[in-house]
């Protein structure tokens, strides 16, 4: 269990809040096996209805800790598991997202049905500006959801989305002002409780789909990424972003 990961429940609905806004909420292997048991406690209770993912402070998520993240296999095994456990979770996900979403802070939410956003809110999947490939099943999900040419602008030059292109492109529901975006969210959140459960779960996995392809990107994906992390790409991409100066690749 993580100190930076608080669970509430209240009426049906779990929510899972990031809670380590002086470092803009990024994640750590124990916040991955947290926000992973936690999403595993929720599927496994009929009486739980909804779960609703928000980040304190003011950013939703930076992504992971690249510190951390960089300590050992660790952090890309708890990452993974998450990953694998959003994707297969079956029961209706709500986001609330304010400032900051980055890398997996997005990819997420491509797996929310329900995402509500403060004007702030921006979105970035830097991967390739890395030195690696995108995860969580967002080089399948990001086009479907974005169209094609919206996904590379995020995912090939890694530029940043704002509330509104995100409100227009599909990536979120609403639009929510800041002071009234977690009561928003927990307002829907109870809403989907309320529904009737079997034709609300049944109606999900139909505009899911078959989920065989997404399974199959996500290890592809992840087999690529644990390949690029050891590439001189990343290492150099790295060794920049801790030095904070900018990155040199190597062509041929």
């Not at 950013?59 to 300590?71: E, I, S, V």
């Amino acid at each position: 269990m993580s100190e930076h990961i608080a669970i509430i429940e209240d009426k049906g609905v779990i929510e899972i809040h990031i809670d380590r806004p002086d470092k803009k909420n990024a994640l750590t292997a124990a916040m991955y096996r947290t926000m992973t048991a936690a999403l595993a406690d929720a599927s496994a209770r009929a009486e739980i209805g909804a779960v609703l993912i928000a980040g304190r402070g003011d950013a939703f998520c930076a992504g992971n800790d690249l510190k951390d993240f960089m300590a050992g296999p660790e952090g890309g095994a708890a990452a993974f598991a998450f990953i694998q456990a959003i994707a297969a979770f079956d029961k209706p996900l709500v986001a609330a997202v304010q400032g900051q979403a980055v890398g997996v802070g997005t990819t997420m939410l491509l797996h929310c049905d329900l995402i509500y956003a403060a004007p702030d809110a921006r979105f970035v999947m830097p991967f390739v500006n890395l030195g690696l490939v995108p995860e969580a099943g967002s080089s399948l999900l990001a086009p479907a959801t974005l169209g094609h040419a919206k996904a590379a602008a995020m995912l090939l030059l890694g530029e940043p989305m704002d509330a509104d292109s995100a409100d227009s492109a599909g990536l979120v529901t609403a639009i929510v002002p800041a002071d009234g975006l977690l009561d928003h969210a927990r307002a829907k959140a109870a809403a989907l409780v309320a529904k009737p459960p079997q034709a609300l779960a049944t109606t999900r996995r139909l505009m899911k789909g078959d989920p065989a392809a997404l399974v199959a990107r996500i290890e592809e994906e992840a087999r690529l990424f644990r390949e690029t992390l050891a590439s001189p790409e990343a290492q150099e991409a790295f060794a920049a972003f801790f030095e904070k100066r900018a990155p040199v690749f190597r062509r041929g």
